[in-house]
């Protein structure tokens, strides 16, 4: 073959992420994968009930492109009612495909060319790679883990004129940290001053440990008018595969994220819009209640393994990882130079895939020692992988 097709400049730098490798890999072992950030546990009941009769009642067409009007009430309520926002209209919620699609549309809706946005370290790659599909150059502010506190400084030292938006993901993935009222007040008070937006990722809103409160950034006074909010179905639900997630934001924001939207997916599954009004109406309180502590103690099984192995485990405050530090096996055994070696002695001698540091840093050096782990498993699962790790390393 002569031709070769030029492949537009946006597309060139995207590849396969390590994370879908690694998953190849440990497949191809027979192993467990606690890589992707990917949860297997079982849908509601409720939620996939609703979706059958949906899909039996037909609710196949496109939906309004900002999602079905009952959803977006309920989420609505959702906001008010849990999130503190003072949003007042469904007109200011978008139902889209995914948080990530929805984190799509509020990029595009609001950054271009020219424009710089903060995205603090270590950082969620999908953010990293939708932000700079943009054209907005991103300036990285290190924020740490779970014990590490927000420093308004570091984010003063890479202002311009130029900069318009902050990104803000608590609880964080890959670090667990949450995001306190304080912290957020001194970065809301720094964006008054240098008039900048935020987008919020809340996915993992539900997931916290040790009483950590989760506080949405936009139910600060005087927060709303600047701030996206930006959560969804995948996690609390385990839904990751149906992509419905939400965006809520002032009323002239979220009808141009829905024309967005509208544009790019055209709406967001339909006949499982429907299913998600389950979650509102049939799972309260208890739901969370439960999920609330089976992941506490999957957190307590992870951490632990991983520290009597020889990490050094920050627990996390959120979301579903632990993102720990193998510096002290790097000098103590073979196969832990790096991350990238250290994941692969992982996969071969334990059967256990992770993501390697340098996945969540502009520069690979800063997660050199890091490997990150999911532990969204079923408890049988989980338990067998931390067998596997202990008979290899313990
Ligand atoms: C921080 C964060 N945001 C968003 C997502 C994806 O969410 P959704 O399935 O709603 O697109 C993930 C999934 O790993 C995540 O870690």
Request: aromatic share 10%; glycine share 8%.
């Amino acid at each position: 073959m002569s031709f070769s097709v030029s492949i537009a400049e946006r597309a060139r730098p995207l590849e396969q992420s390590d994370i879908r490798s690694v998953t190849q890999r440990v497949e191809r072992a027979g192993g467990i994968n606690l890589g992707q950030g990917i949860c297997d546990l079982p849908t509601p009941q409720p939620i996939k009930a609703r979706a059958q009769q949906a899909i039996a009642d037909d609710h196949s067409i496109y939906s309004h492109y900002a999602g079905i009007e009952p959803l977006r009430r309920a989420i609505l309520e959702k906001v008010q009612d849990e999130n503190d926002l003072p949003a007042s209209s469904p007109e200011e919620v978008m139902v889209g495909v995914g948080s990530t699609g929805c984190f799509v549309a509020a990029a595009f809706t609001l950054l271009e060319e020219g424009d710089e946005v903060v995205l603090f370290e270590p950082f969620y790659g999908y953010h990293r790679n939708i932000l700079e599909l943009t054209g907005a150059t991103i300036r990285y502010v290190p924020l740490g883990g779970p014990a590490s506190t927000f420093d308004r400084k570091r984010v003063e030292d890479v202002l311009t004129p130029k900069t318009k938006a902050v990104v803000v993901n608590t609880p964080a993935n890959p670090s667990g940290k949450v995001w306190t009222r304080e912290e957020l007040g001194s970065l809301l008070d720094l964006m008054q001053k240098e008039d900048l937006v935020a987008i919020t990722d809340e996915i993992y809103e539900y997931m916290l440990y040790d009483g950590a409160e989760h506080v949405s950034l936009a139910s600060l006074p005087d927060a709303y008018e600047r701030t996206i909010t930006l959560s969804g179905f995948s996690k609390t639900y385990n839904v990751t595969g149906w992509r419905l997630g939400y965006g809520v934001a002032p009323d002239p924001i979220a009808e141009k994220m829905g024309l967005m939207n509208d544009l790019l997916y055209i709406c967001a599954p339909r006949p499982l819009q429907h299913a998600a009004l389950a979650a509102f109406d049939e799972m309260g309180d208890d739901y969370v209640a439960e999920l609330q502590s089976d992941y506490a103690e999957r957190r307590r099984l992870m951490c632990e393994t991983l520290e009597d192995i020889g990490f050094d485990v920050p627990w996390p405050e959120g979301a579903y990882y632990a993102l720990a530090d193998f510096g002290d096996l790097a000098e103590e055994r073979s196969g832990f130079a790096d991350d990238e070696a250290a994941c692969e002695t992982l996969v071969q001698e334990a059967k256990i895939a992770s993501v390697t540091g340098r996945s969540f840093y502009q520069n690979p050096a800063d997660g050199k020692y890091q490997l990150r782990f999911c532990f969204a498993k079923e408890l049988p699962v989980l338990r067998q992988a931390c067998e596997q790790l202990r008979a290899a390393f313990g």
